[in-house]
C-alpha cells in the first residue's frame, strides 16, 4: 500500500510562508489533496488537484494558497503565503484511489500574530 509522508510544516509569522510536500512512497497518480484539523474543529479540505492538473481550494486559502504535484517525484506540495493565525492547524494530505484514500500522518503548522 503506498505511504504518505508529509513535511515542511512549523512555525510562521502572519504574513509569513510555509510550503509543504507530501511524498507518496510509490506511484500515486490519482487526487491528491490537502486537509486540515484546528483543534476542536472538523477537518477540512484546503486544496485538492487531480491526476490532470485541474485544482480547487477552499474559500478561505484561494489567491493565498497553491497546490501543485511532480508525480516525477510522487510529491504533491501546498505552498502557502500570507499565512494567517487561523491557518493554524495539523495539515494533512492524502490520495484518493479507486477503491480508498490514503492519509498521511500529518504536519503541525502555527502560525503567530
Known amino acids: 500500500q503506498v505511504q504518505l509522508v508529509e513535511s515542511g510544516g512549523g512555525l510562521a509569522q502572519a504574513g509569513g510562508s510555509l510550503t509543504l510536500s507530501c511524498r507518496a512512497s510509490?506511484?500515486?497518480?490519482?487526487?491528491r489533496g490537502w486537509y486540515r484539523q484546528a483543534p476542536g474543529k472538523r477537518r477540512e479540505l484546503v486544496a485538492g488537484?487531480?491526476?490532470?492538473?485541474?485544482?480547487n481550494y477552499a474559500d478561505s486559502v484561494r489567491g493565498r494558497f497553491t497546490i501543485s504535484r511532480e508525480d516525477a517525484k510522487n510529491t504533491v506540495y501546498l505552498q502557502m503565503n500570507n499565512l494567517k493565525p487561523e491557518d493554524t492547524a495539523v495539515y494533512y494530505c492524502?490520495?484518493?484511489?479507486?477503491?480508498?484514500?490514503?492519509w498521511g500522518q500529518g504536519t503541525q503548522v502555527t502560525v503567530t500574530s
Open positions: 492524502n490520495y484518493v484511489t479507486l477503491s480508498e484514500t490514503i
Open positions: 510509490g506511484s500515486a497518480f490519482g487526487t
Open positions: 488537484i487531480t491526476s490532470a492538473g485541474r485544482t
